[in-house]
C-alpha cells in the first residue's frame, strides 16, 4: 500500500514562510496530479494546491494565490508546498493527496491516498 509522509510543518510567526513536504517512497507515482489540503479546528477540510502530473499545470485556493507554490520532483516521487506571508487563518493541519486523476483537480473526491498531516501553526 502507497504511503504519503508530509513534513516540514511547524510553528511560522505570521508573515513568515514554511515549506511542507510530501513523499511518495517505494511507489511511483509520476502519472498521478497530487494536491495539499488542510485543515482548521472545527472546520472542514479545504482544497490549497493542486499540481498535475508532469508539474506543468498548478491551480491554488484563491486565499492562497501569490502567496503559495506547489512544486514536484518526479524523479524523487516528492511533493514540496511553499508558502510565504503566512497568516494566522492559515493554521491548521496541511494534507497530502495523490490524485487518481492526471490533472491537478481542487475536489477532494478525485484524492484516492492520503498522508497522516503535518501541523502548520501562525503565531500573531
Known amino acids: 500500500q502507497v504511503q504519503l509522509l508530509e513534513s516540514g510543518g511547524g510553528l511560522v510567526q505570521a508573515g513568515g514562510s514554511l515549506s511542507v513536504s510530501c513523499a511518495a517512497p517505494?511507489?511511483?507515482?509520476?502519472?498521478?496530479?497530487f494536491g495539499w489540503f488542510r485543515q482548521a479546528p472545527g472546520k472542514e477540510r479545504e482544497f490549497v494546491a493542486a499540481?498535475?502530473?508532469?508539474?506543468?499545470?498548478?491551480l491554488y485556493a484563491d486565499s492562497l494565490k501569490g502567496r503559495a507554490a506547489i512544486l514536484r520532483d518526479r524523479a524523487k516521487n516528492m511533493v514540496y508546498l511553499e508558502m510565504s506571508s503566512l497568516k494566522p487563518d492559515d493554521t491548521g493541519v496541511y494534507y497530502c493527496?495523490?490524485?487518481?486523476?492526471?490533472?491537478?483537480?481542487?475536489?477532494?473526491?478525485?484524492?484516492?491516498?492520503w498522508g497522516q498531516g503535518t501541523q502548520v501553526t501562525v503565531s500573531q
Open positions: 499540481v498535475d502530473w508532469n508539474g506543468a499545470s498548478t
Open positions: 517505494g511507489r511511483s507515482l509520476t502519472t498521478n496530479a
Open positions: 493527496a495523490v490524485s487518481s486523476k492526471h490533472s491537478a483537480s481542487r475536489d477532494t473526491s478525485d484524492y484516492y491516498i
